[in-house]
């Protein structure tokens, strides 16, 4: 459980790493990333793998994007309704598997 805890604590730092570094140049991603907006009210930009996109836990909240925004997101890129925490963890669930 502990080894478990360590790595999951060690994923959300460089995830949180990779963002704030890109986040510095609002228009910069990487090849093989895409920029997506999360959060309910106050919108914070990631940048994360095209591979999520397979994962169907991604995919079910693209979905819940899709039936809340349609394809006309408001922030100019892919927004998707979630907490950061959520969001977060997901994330972090997916780089595990």
Known sequence: MAIRLQSLITNAKQ???LQSLLSRNQTDVPKGHLAVYVGEI???RYVVPISYLNHPSFQDLLHQAEEEF???HPM???TIPCSENAFVELT???ELS
């Open 15 to 17: 995830f949180y790493k």
């Open 42 to 44: 106050q919108r914070k």
């Open 70 to 72: 349609g394809f006309d």
């Open 76 to 78: 100019g890129g892919l």
């Open 92 to 94: 972090s669930r997916i």
